[in-house]
């Protein structure tokens, strides 16, 4: 059998009728300790005469040289990249030329693990890919090779396929950068048909947030109440409150054993931030979140955010909350959160949401992602996170820390489609280190409903919020079997993004701002790249990265 195969970049999305020949091979990079090495293998039979509509099944195994000797391979892991449906996958406004493909079709974006010896499928003129990730942690410098061989099922090796990385023995930096994808945990439940609570749950609930910070996300939303997140005016979402609220003859009381065993869960899977959920409702502050009392609801959309009978409630649970944050050891890594993107119009009900929240929440900072100047100017939130579209207005205030986020696919700037090149991803970290952000929001780790949450779906069939967001916006993984999570390529390049920002700033700790600036901007035609700008080299960030671990090991 003819199997042709090809290491690849891992910035190509590769789709199943592509031409393995009209891809760019990737043979070799070089890497710091503590980041994560991708690749990707191509494989294809170009032909079979014999049967062409027979697949057939070839066995994978690795192995790691280091120095030229076979060393642990322990830390490499391979898995096949699958691909979903998406109807919704680019902004059609943008140009063709910033997007892989815009057109509705199978994108490449799942990544399934597999185990040395196991089968993939080989289909005859058909493109496939599997994805290898190497953990560098413990390892040493030195020169490394993986080599991947596909055998029959005889044994004879029908192809191989290596990467040769150079170990820099330099350790990366600790991510500086406080960077939260929300968990919604209620989408977990849903998925699996388990209940809210049970040992399933908190299983299931402690691999998406394992998983999250892995790659990235040291900040964790924590679902003090159902979170009033994309739930239309009227709906509710599933009940994942972590609080335990009695009515009482002087008011109230709150449990919070539910409330301790999240943050244990979180400081296991080490995470060292926290967000509390919103005290009021989305696009407004009109209404308080749905808060339960054993199985009976006091508050929702039927109550005044700012009347008296919620300021009451809050006036109660909000000081009580911020001690058991202080008993927790969190309080000075934790923010509060008022309404997610608040409008112009909805200025009078969020100062109302803002004076009682400020009132209760004593030196806690309130953050929320918004598009307006006036919420930070008027001191109504203290850590303003803009759109990347709407951030320099924010920028030129000063704001300390400095936060942004994304959604959707805007023009010119990063993102996650599935339409969009990798390269728009990964380009996070360089921006992220260029405008000097302390920050970094996005709302879709694992959201598995529709817009508004009118329905339930599954992230293997509906990509895209039932063609309501660009595919790839509302979420990072997949659940796959026994509660396990399975990653995108997406949220892979995100992590190489944020390594990215880290080896740049180990090279700043080495010859000063000034000299990696000009680095970047050497590669960008004499720019600096600010976040209203996307390289105009597809292989900026490859040759970044490589004068960058260059001047590192020259030092």
Known sequence: MNLNTKTLSPLEKVFYDDKLSSLRAYTESTALIGELVSFEIGYCIPDFSENSYNTF???????????????????ISVSTVEHVPSVYPAVLEEEPDDYVRTMPGLYPDLLVPIKTGDAVQLLPRITSTLWVDINTDKLEGGIYKAVITFTDDKGEVLSEAEHTVKIIPMQLPKQSIAVTHWIHTDCVANYYNIEVFSDEYWTAV??????????????????????????????????????????????????????????????????????????????????????????????????????????????????????????LGIADNTVFHISDEPAKEHHDSYCAASRIMHKYIGDFKVMDAMSD?????????????????????????????????YCGASKNHMG??????????????????????????????????????????????????????????????????????????????????IDDMRSLQLCESIYGRKKVMSVISGLNGGKILGFHELPKDRDFILKLRKEINKLIENA
């Open 57 to 75: 099944d070839c066995f994978i195994n690795k192995a790691l040289y280091r120095d030229g000797e076979k060393t642990d391979n322990s830390c």
């Open 206 to 327: 402690r691999n998406v947030i394992k998983t999250a910070v892995t790659y990235g996300s040291n900040m964790i939303y924590t679902p003090l109440f159902t979170p009033p997140l994309d739930t239309t005016v009227g709906g509710e979402r599933r009940t994942v409150q972590l609080i335990d609220v009695t009515v009482t003859k002087d008011g109230y009381s709150f449990g919070f054993d539910k409330l301790r065993k999240w943050v244990q869960i979180c400081k296991e899977c080490g995470a060292e931030y926290y967000e509390m959920s919103h005290m009021f409702t989305q696009w407004g502050a009109y209404h308080a979140p749905k808060i339960m009392a054993g199985s009976k609801q006091i508050f929702g959309w039927d109550t005044d955010a700012s009347g008296t009978e919620y300021e009451q409630f809050l006036s109660q649970f909000l000081p009580a909350l911020c001690e058991e944050l202080k008993q």
């Open 416 to 497: 996650r489609a599935f339409g969009m090149k990798l390269e728009r991803d990964r380009i996070s970290g360089v921006q992220f280190y260029t405008s000097e952000i302390e920050g970094f929001l996005h709302w879709g780790f694992n959201f598995y409903n529709s817009a508004k949450s009118l329905c339930e779906l599954d992230p293997y069939f509906s990509t895209d919020a039932n063609k309501k967001f660009c595919s790839g916006d509302s979420f990072m993984v997949y659940p796959g079997p026994d509660f396990k999570v399975y990653n995108s390529i997406r949220l892979v390049v995100f992590r190489h993004g």
């Open 373 to 405: 100047t006036m919420y930070y100017i008027e001191k109504l939130v203290d850590i303003p996170v803009p759109h990347v579209v709407h951030a320099d207005p924010f920028f030129e205030l000063n704001p300390k820390p400095r936060w942004a986020y």
